[in-house]
């Protein structure tokens, strides 16, 4: 239990006001009073009590009102309703608006010692899961930087070994372990890639990376995202075009996460396409809007699977050669949500996907 409580009594009856006082002193809580509505919320404001005891009828602002604005302000006071027209509706109505209890007029003094007790215990319950709640965010984010610290540094390290080691640095080696060296680089960078994209989305998750804003212009972002796509769609045989018109607007966004959310949506274009296939990338202003249509032409998503591409980890199991964490579009989406903004896809199977983001 509370050792020493912050009660509020709102009241404009003095002999309720003070003997709910001195009952609930006897408890060594710390007791304030008000005698009405407006004194009574700063008086919240001011000592943040953990329990409020409210008259439902008071002239001015009356307790309804009092409890709505109190539960907007801060949902974790506990609020008790003192009425003396304890009809059931009422009850019902405050305890909607956020209320825990009531106590109907007139009452002994053990029936308060009671409510305010069950009050005080519910108030301590939600205390200890906010701080375990709390505790749990920081245990998350240690994790974070555990997993890029302790996992992503020496995988990158033994990256940069095998690398030296294949280019020969550490003198002539068999084509053969060459090739197995290469393969094993191959792994490696697909583990990489898959911390990242979890790392990111922790980060993304948290906040932590979209807390800047500022004014971008997507077609330098997508310009620059595709030049770094290039090789690999070099290697895919994808064509990449990009169709921007001579004026379109500036956005308010962040640069980092955009161009990660670029990435994914015409990484996936290139991936999941076939020989000569195309990916084209449209910009275009639409009112408030601004319109980014990245459509291919590659092996589609069947129907039934559209719902859930934007979940964490989902793949459409088609061509398993083809390697992926399952985060690309789900961390795409909560890029474009933190801007305001929304991704929507289209898709036939065999004839190609198209992915269309808005942002304000
Ligand atoms: N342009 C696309 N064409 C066909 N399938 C796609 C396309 N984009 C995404 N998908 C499907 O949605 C799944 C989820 O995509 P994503 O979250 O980027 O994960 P990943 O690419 O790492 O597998 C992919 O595994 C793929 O099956
Ligand atoms: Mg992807």
Redesign the pocket.
């Known amino acids: 239990m509370f050792d020493k409580a912050k009660i509020l009594v709102i009241d404009d009856d003095e002999v309720i006001r003070d003997s709910c006082k001195q009952i609930i002193s006897e408890q060594n809580h710390q007791v304030e009073l008000a005698n009405n509505g407006h004194i009574g919320l700063q008086k919240i404001n001011e000592m943040k009590p953990d329990l409020v005891l409210i008259d439902l009828k008071m002239p001015g602002m009356d307790g309804m009102t009092l409890i709505d604005t109190v539960h907007q302000l801060d949902s974790n006071v506990i609020m008790i309703v003192i009425t003396g027209y304890a009809t059931i509706e009422s009850a019902v109505e405050a305890i909607k608006l956020g209320a825990y209890d009531f106590l109907p007029k007139p009452f002994t003094p053990n029936e308060l010692r009671i409510v305010t007790k069950r009050g005080l215990e519910r108030r301590k319950l939600i205390l200890e899961t906010e701080t375990l709640r709390k505790e749990k965010e920081k245990l998350r984010e240690n994790f974070i930087t555990l997993v890029s610290h302790e996992l992503r540094s020496p995988l990158a390290a033994v990256q940069q070994n095998l690398m030296a080691i294949t280019k020969g640095m550490a003198g002539m080696i068999p084509e053969k372990i060459k090739n197995i060296l290469l393969k094993m680089s191959t792994r490696i960078n697909y583990l990489i890639a898959l911390i990242n994209d979890w790392l990111n989305m922790s980060r993304i998750e948290t906040g932590e990376l979209i807390r800047e804003m500022e004014p971008v212009d997507l077609k330098v972002i997508l310009s620059d995202v595709i030049d770094q796509l290039k090789p690999l769609a070099k290697e895919k045989q994808v064509t990449l075009q990009l169709h921007i018109p001579e004026k379109y607007p500036e956005i308010m966004g962040n640069r980092e996460t955009l161009q990660m959310l670029f990435t ?1 949506l015409i990484d ?2 290139i ?2 396409n076939k020989n000569n296939g195309m990916v084209d990338i449209t910009l275009e202003g639409i009112g408030d809007y601004t319109k980014v249509a990245i459509r ?1 032409n ?4 069947p129907k039934e699977k559209l719902p859930l ?1 934007f979940e964490q980890f ?3 199991k ?1 061509d398993v050669s083809i390697q ?7 961390i795409a989406k909560q890029i474009a949500e933190a801007h305001y903004g929304s991704i929507e896809v289209q ?1 036939e199977i065999n004839v190609g ?1 198209t ?1 269309t983001v808005l942002l304000p």
């Open positions: 994914n996936n274009g991936k999941y291919d590659g092996i589609g998503i591409i989902y793949r459409v088609q992926g964490s399952g985060l690309g579009l789900s898709s996907t992915f």
